[in-house]
């Protein structure tokens, strides 16, 4: 059996460390990465790297590899590939899960405003503060070019596209993050809105801590929805049952699982 985990996550890491951690028989696992960040952390099983060519070139690949299970882990706000991974998905007869992890909800004493792109985020930001702390990752910045009048804190784990804001000190950094950290760094530069997207998980929420603490705002772009369809776990070991089960039923008689007509 054939696992393609669309990968680049902590939780897809998580997932192929879950798997090879304990092997299931003529099972094989592949993680791939998009090959936007320099220096991934490499999971264990097979690597590829790089681009499909769009949902027709990923249903070629899992036709071609034999891929009997597709796992999308890939970032809640990866949109495109997710809807590429399930138009594939289907074309190639090949059934498919998504991993996805739990977003974020506000808590009492949090100032918590929703929008839904990056651009709309960009025009919340003049009626609430001017210096920024944006999160939003490299890409997107282009929303944000026109501030001018605001200054912004840009963090990414590598260096951020063009084009940017014109008043932009860029922080190069990787989670997790600690809540001291975040305090620290919200006091230092003198942080008076927040801008992050809904990612979720504990790597990167203590920011959304300090922001509650300091009395900032915090802007929240909304992630994009899984395509329609497709079943959703939200953890890594949700993700490895499944695998298992799926193993189980490719089982012929005998061998520890059921027998399956057809």
């Given at each position: 059996m054939h696992v393609l985990i669309l990968g680049g996550t902590t939780e897809a890491r998580r997932l192929a460390e879950?798997?090879?951690?304990?092997?299931l028989p003529g099972l094989r696992v592949t993680t791939s990465l998009a090959g936007r960040v320099s220096a991934p952390r490499t999971p264990p099983g097979e690597v590829r790297v790089g681009g499909f060519g769009g949902a027709e070139g990923l249903a070629a690949w899992l036709g071609g590899h034999a891929v009997d299970l597709l796992v999308d882990a890939t970032h809640p706000f990866a949109g495109t590939i997710?809807?590429?991974a399930a138009g594939a998905a289907a074309t190639a007869r090949v059934p498919m899960l998504a991993l996805?992890?739990?977003?974020?909800?506000?808590?009492e004493g949090d100032d918590w405003h929703e929008?839904?792109?990056p651009a709309e985020a960009a025009a919340l930001l003049p009626s609430l503060g001017r210096r920024v702390f944006l999160t939003t990752g490299r890409t997107g910045l282009a929303a944000f070019a026109g501030l001018d009048g605001l200054w912004f804190?840009?963090?990414?784990?590598d260096a951020p596209e063009a084009p940017c804001p014109p008043r932009t000190e860029v922080l190069l950094d990787r989670g997790p993050f600690t809540?001291?950290?975040?305090?620290e760094l919200l006091l230092r530069h003198r942080i008076d809105v927040l801008v992050t997207k809904d990612s979720g998980g504990a790597a990167t929420a203590p920011k959304l801590a300090a922001a509650r603490e300091a009395g900032v705002p915090v802007v929240v772009v909304r992630r994009p929805p899984v395509p329609e369809g497709v079943p959703v776990v939200a953890t890594p070991e949700e993700a490895a049952r499944c695998v298992r089960e799926a193993h189980a039923r490719r089982l012929p008689p005998g061998r520890g699982g059921p027998h399956v007509a057809g």
């Open positions: 879950v798997l090879a951690a304990e092997p997710s809807f590429h996805r992890r739990p977003g974020w909800t506000p808590g929008a839904g792109s804190l840009v963090r990414s784990v809540l001291d950290g975040e305090r």
